[in-house]
């Protein structure tokens, strides 16, 4: 794409707006009547990232420090960085009565994370139809259990905030210690939870969903997406609930088993890059700790409001060793060929992703005075923009920060959007022979 003579790839395009959004998300943070405080440039810099990044990692404490002015600036990057900036462009292009050319569409492939452009204004309009769908029937289950303790201006406003930034998978609560209050409710447990697994298992899904009548009509892509979601749910909470029940500090604490059940579900399921906590972080075990690294690495799905590598990569990578193994040459998932070029894509996502998570461990365990496993916990949490935390956001220097912003960018826009922005990548013109390399 040509812009004043200046060459620019989709990829390139997609990283300078949401980086022009960035800057003027920080610009609204900074005013006078944004704050209850003054912040520093660096302060609102971060929670713009983190709300555009949709990752609810935060420097400062979101309800005592921003008033309601920077609360809807917040609402409004979450919403913006949740759906996508290019959605809502093609959305002003609609409403304008503009045609979308197919400059655009190529950009909402890139954005959407697509594998072609068919369809691709279609499936938009579905996200966008769904997405106010699903956050207006939440904000009003939401509303019937917060206006009654609150009151009806409070209530309401509530709900309409963690309606959005639970679909959107973004983490930022208006309580200092998230949802932790709420650790026993059903209520705010199924509707937050059910909120961010809509919005983390893809747009994709649920278009297909949409159309498809039947799971055995439903994509290769689709089905994993499902199967594996219900799967590693439910593992994770069984893996939570054994490894935390005795800890006085987290379930142990807790008076009913009930209360032990919902903690333990929330938990293993708010990894998946919604950010939202119903225990203490800091208080989990180490190896309750280690399960949700992995699970904040792994992500959400492929075009949907989570970050991480996405759990159709990790699949992918699983499936290739498990072939490998077995001697076999074609990898075949029910009764599907998978081409070679999705599983390096898949390879080179998490080998980008693991460099970046590395480099950027070893700079804070330099510049932060933290031990290195909360370290390694902020960067992965970071990274699949999931927004949870050990305790040592607050504390973060200036370096510190820069570098949770750079990974929370990274886990946004993708590791292989961020390679193709800095190194277009070239077809190889010469095809040279062969040799074999000695592995393993």
Do not use: C
């Not at 009548?213 to 892509?221: A, D, G, I, Q, Y």
């Not at 938990?267 to 690294?293: C, H, K, W, Y």
């Amino acid at each position: 794409m040509k812009y004043k003579n200046i060459n620019l790839s989709p990829y390139q395009l997609l990283s300078i707006i949401f980086l022009i959004f960035i800057f003027i998300g920080t610009l609204l943070l900074k005013l006078p009547f944004a704050t209850t405080e003054p912040i520093t440039w660096i302060d609102a810099l971060f929670t713009t990232t983190s709300a555009m990044t949709v990752t609810g990692l935060a420097v400062v404490d979101t309800a005592q420090t921003y008033t309601l002015f920077g609360e809807i600036v917040i609402l409004f990057l979450i919403q913006l960085g949740g759906l996508g900036i290019m959605s809502f462009a093609v959305l002003i292009y609609i409403m304008l009565g503009k045609k979308i050319g197919i400059k655009e569409r190529i950009l909402i492939q890139q954005a959407l994370n697509q594998t072609s452009i068919g369809g691709i204004i279609k499936l938009v309009k579905t996200l966008f139809l769904f997405s106010f769908t699903v956050e207006f029937i939440a904000m009003l289950l939401l509303a019937y259990r917060w206006v009654p303790e609150f009151g009806w201006g409070k209530g309401f406003y509530y709900s309409i905030f963690h309606s959005i930034s639970a679909f959107n998978n973004a983490g930022f609560a208006l309580w200092s210690d998230s949802l932790m209050r709420f650790v026993g409710d059903p209520t705010i447990n199924i509707v937050i939870s059910l909120l961010f697994i809509i919005g983390g298992i893809g747009f994709t899904v649920l278009a297909d969903l949409k159309y498809k009548n039947t799971f055995r009509k439903l994509s290769l892509h689709s089905k994993i997406m499902i199967i594996g979601t219900l799967v590693i749910n439910v593992v994770a909470m069984l893996f939570i609930f054994a490894l935390e029940y005795g800890n006085p500090n987290t379930l142990a604490g807790l008076p009913t088993l009930g209360d032990k059940l919902w903690a333990s579900y929330f938990q293993a399921v708010t990894p998946r890059t919604a950010g939202f906590n119903s225990l203490d972080i800091g208080s989990l075990n180490e190896d309750t700790i280690f399960l949700m690294l992995l699970l904040m690495f792994v992500g959400a799905g492929s075009a949907s409001t989570g970050g991480g590598i996405k759990l159709t990569t990790f699949m992918i990578i699983i499936f290739s060793v498990i072939t490998f193994l077995k001697g076999k040459r074609e990898i075949v998932i029910a009764k599907r060929s998978i081409d070679e070029s999705f599983i390096v894509r898949s390879l080179a996502i998490s080998t980008i992703g693991i460099v970046f998570i590395f480099v950027a461990v070893f700079i804070l365990n330099i510049t932060e005075k933290a031990s290195f496993l909360p370290i390694l916990f902020e960067v992965i949490s970071a990274f699949g923009t999931v927004g949870l935390s050990m305790g040592i956001t607050g504390s973060l220097s200036f370096i510190g920060k820069i570098v949770i912003i750079f990974i929370m960018f990274l886990g946004k826009i993708g590791p292989l959007t961020l390679a193709f922005s800095l190194a277009r990548p070239e077809k190889a013109k010469i095809k040279y022979p062969n040799e074999d390399i000695l592995t393993g």
